[in-house]
C-alpha cells in the first residue's frame, strides 16, 4: 500500500494534472453561493489613472492669463495717454493755458471709455495671448542664442507679426465701431505708413526683447514699449 501511495503521489504531483486541479480548486472559489461564476476582483482605480483621466479631460492648450491681463493694461494706458494728449491739445487750441483744477475733471468726464474698452479688449484677447504663443514658437523653432537666430527672429517679428497686429487692430476697432465697410480705405490710408514707422520703433525693441529679455516676460517688455506705441497707434486708428 504504500508502494502504492507513493506511486498515487507521484501522479497526482505531475505538472499537467496539478494545473488542472489548480483551476478547479480557483472556479470553484470564484463561485458564489449559487454555484454561479464570479469574474476577477476589480483592482480599484490608481492614482494614475486618475490623473491620466482628469489630464484628457483639460484644455489642450493653457491661456496666458498674466500675459493678457498684463496687455490690456498697458494698452489700456496707451489710449488714455492718447487721450488725455488730445484733449490737452484742443483745449489748447480753443483758448488760453487751461486751469489743471478744471483739466481733470473735465478729461474724467469727456474721457471715451468705450474706446478705452476697445483697445484693452484688443490686448486681453488678440494680442496678449496671441503674441506670447508666438514668441514660444520662435524660442522653440530658434532655442539656440545666436546671432542669426536674433536677426531671424527679429526679422519674422517684423515681416509676420508686425503686419498681423496692424491688420487686426485696425480691424477690430472698425468692427467695434461698426464699420467694417470703411475698411479696405482705412488699410490704404493709413496701415501702410503704420508699418513702416513700426519698423523705425520695434526693431530695435524687439533686438532687445530677444536677445536680453527671457520669455515669460516679454510680453510684458513689449507691452510696456508699447505704451508709446499704442498712444501712436491710438490717435491713428481715431483721426
Known amino acids: 500500500m504504500k508502494a502504492i501511495g507513493s506511486g498515487g503521489e507521484w501522479w497526482w504531483n505531475l505538472p499537467s494534472l496539478r494545473r488542472k486541479n489548480e483551476s478547479r480548486r480557483r472556479g470553484r472559489r470564484n463561485q458564489d453561493a449559487r454555484g454561479r461564476r464570479r469574474g476577477p476582483p476589480r483592482e480599484p482605480l490608481s492614482s494614475s489613472s486618475s490623473d491620466s483621466v482628469g489630464q484628457s479631460r483639460g484644455w489642450p492648450l ?14 489700456l494706458t496707451g489710449d488714455t495717454m492718447a487721450q488725455v494728449h488730445r484733449r490737452i ?24 471709455w468705450l474706446r478705452g474698452l476697445r483697445i484693452a479688449s484688443y490686448g486681453f484677447l488678440l494680442y496678449g495671448p496671441g503674441s506670447y504663443a508666438w514668441y514660444q514658437f520662435l524660442d522653440k523653432s530658434m532655442p539656440k542664442q545666436t546671432l542669426a537666430t536674433l536677426s531671424a527672429k527679429v526679422l519674422l517679428n517684423q515681416i509676420v507679426l508686425g503686419p498681423c497686429v496692424i491688420s487686426v487692430i485696425f480691424a477690430w476697432n ?18 501702410l505708413p503704420t508699418l513702416l514707422d513700426g519698423f523705425k520703433f520695434w526693431i530695435p525693441v524687439s533686438i532687445v526683447n530677444f536677445g ?12 510696456s514699449c508699447s505704451i508709446f506705441w499704442n498712444f501712436y497707434l491710438s490717435t491713428t486708428m481715431n483721426k
Open 89 to 112: 491739445v484742443d483745449r489748447r487750441k480753443r483758448g488760453p493755458e487751461p486751469d489743471i483744477q478744471a483739466l481733470v475733471p473735465d478729461l474724467l468726464l469727456n474721457h471715451d
Open 62 to 75: 493653457e491661456f496666458p492669463f498674466q500675459q493678457a491681463v498684463t496687455a490690456a493694461c498697458l494698452t
Open 212 to 223: 536680453l529679455i527671457p520669455l515669460p516676460a516679454r510680453v510684458a517688455f513689449m507691452s
Open 174 to 191: 472698425n468692427l467695434w465701431l461698426g464699420k467694417l465697410s470703411e475698411l479696405p480705405s482705412k488699410y490704404q490710408n493709413d496701415a
